[in-house]
């Protein structure tokens, strides 16, 4: 069942982010608002949930992103000439990558401790299942735009 303020919520975001971004918003920021509209679709969060659920979510959104850019420029980034790459060096941009993975994982776990404090257990991991499904969804819809619509 649509909770119609939910969908207020929703559409108030909606229209805030594409005032603050102008009409040409970056791709990551179109994402970032079609993954809110699919979660809160898939989720049917009531009021209380979304106003406690969503600072969390962003905020562990924005770590994750780091991690993700540290890790392309900082590790990956390094690695593009491997022919140059002694073996010394590629050790340390593992041990940097392990760190990384630590770090990550310590992120995540926290993550959900906090989460299920705000949504239950099965809103969860259903928040897990449409993440997964918000992917598959993109890439869908990516090789039907490459493919000129046709599938």
């Given at each position: 069942m649509i909770n119609y303020k939910n969908i207020t919520v929703l559409l108030l975001l909606l229209f805030t982010t594409t005032f603050t971004f102008g009409q040409r918003k970056p791709d990551k920021e179109k994402i970032r608002t079609l993954k809110v509209a699919y979660l809160t679709e898939?989720?049917?969060?009531?009021?209380?949930?979304?106003?406690?659920?969503?600072?969390?979510?962003?905020?562990?959104?924005d770590?994750?992103?780091?991690?993700?850019?540290?890790?392309?420029?900082?590790?990956?980034?390094?690695t593009k000439d491997m022919e140059s790459l002694s073996d010394q060096e590629?050790?340390?941009?593992?041990?940097?990558?392990?760190?990384l993975?630590?770090?990550?994982?310590k992120v995540n776990k926290q993550f959900l401790k906090d989460i299920r404090k705000v949504i239950s257990a099965k809103k969860t991991f259903l928040l897990l299942k449409s993440e997964n499904g918000f992917k598959r969804?993109?890439?869908?819809?990516?090789?039907?735009?490459?493919n000129g619509g046709q599938r």
């Open positions: 898939q989720l049917e969060f009531t009021t209380s949930e979304a106003e406690a659920f969503w600072p969390i979510y962003n905020t562990y959104q770590k994750m992103d780091a991690f993700r850019n540290k890790e392309r420029n900082q590790i990956y980034g390094k590629a050790n340390a941009l593992l041990e940097d990558l392990i760190a993975e630590d770090e990550k994982n969804h993109l890439l869908k819809q990516y090789h039907q735009k490459r």
